[in-house]
């Protein structure tokens, strides 16, 4: 079973910064189309942003130029910088981990969510 911790969440004012940090067990970290979601009380989670290997990028609109996803695959790591936030950011951050083996089954791994909170 592979394992994902998010860390890094917290309390930031309007127009200040956080980075997430998505830690993942096992030994085919870079074999993973990595992402991060996010899901604000009452609402569905929603796509923030993917990185593949090695490193094509996708993002939602709502964060594209504020927010950088990256990975380091020496650290089994997938990274979310978040520059700007606005208060509509706030939210559970969500991690998730997707395989595809050569026969096509898929396989989808999600961490426990770190809080984020924007607010002044």
């Known amino acids: 079973q592979v394992q994902l911790v998010e860390s890094g969440g917290g309390l930031v004012q309007p127009g200040g910064s956080l980075r997430l940090s998505c830690v993942t067990s096992?030994?085919?970290?870079?074999?993973?189309?990595m992402g991060w979601y996010r899901q604000a009380p009452g609402k569905q989670r929603e796509f923030v942003a993917q990185?593949?290997?090695?490193?094509?990028?996708t993002y939602a609109d709502s964060v594209k130029a504020r927010f950088t996803i990256s990975r380091d695959n020496t650290k089994n790591t997938v990274y979310l910088q978040m520059n700007s936030l606005e208060p509509d950011d706030t939210a559970v951050y969500y991690c998730?981990?997707?395989?595809?083996?050569?026969?096509?089954?898929?396989?989808?791994?999600w961490g426990q969510g770190t809080q984020v909170t924007v607010s002044s």
């Open positions: 998730k981990a997707e395989y595809t083996t050569i026969s096509h089954t898929k396989y989808a791994y």
């Open positions: 990185i593949t290997t090695p490193t094509t990028t």
């Open positions: 096992g030994s085919i970290f870079s074999r993973y189309v």
